[in-house]
């Protein structure tokens, strides 16, 4: 049975730093890639970060320069370093295992399995 399990989240103060890790338990679908989106309240989702099994990253424009998506344990996990947080960066965080013939930004619909979310929540 597949599953995709998020952890890390919490609160912080602006400028600190938080690491999502995620795990994707996969018995039937053959995924080329991982992926971060978020949402915040009244919000409607978006892709953050995702890595294909090759190890290209691709970012959404605002997250450039302070978060870093990785993976590990042989494409199982991906990692979302995020730092320098910003209030802007508040939201529920979802990992997804995704499948397409092209590398290029997160995009839900070519995402076929996602976790329940963590929330990071960045106040002063």
């Known amino acids: 049975e597949e599953d995709v399990v998020e952890s890390g989240g919490g609160s912080v103060q602006p400028g600190g730093s938080l690491r999502l890790s995620c795990t994707a338990t996969l018995t039937y679908y053959t995924k080329n890639s991982m992926a971060w989106f978020r949402q915040a309240p009244g919000k409607e989702r978006e892709g953050v970060a995702s890595i294909y099994d090759s190890g290209k990253a691709f970012y959404t424009d605002s997250v450039k320069g302070r978060f870093t998506i990785s993976q590990g344990n042989g494409g199982k996990t991906a990692y979302l370093d995020m730092a320098n947080l910003k209030p802007e960066d508040t939201g529920r965080y979802y990992c997804?295992?995704?499948?397409?013939?092209?590398?290029?930004?997160?995009?839900?619909?070519?995402?076929?399995?996602w976790g329940q979310g963590t929330q990071v929540t960045v106040s002063s």
């Open positions: 997804a295992v995704c499948w397409s013939m092209l590398a290029g930004p997160p995009r839900a619909g070519i995402c076929k399995y």
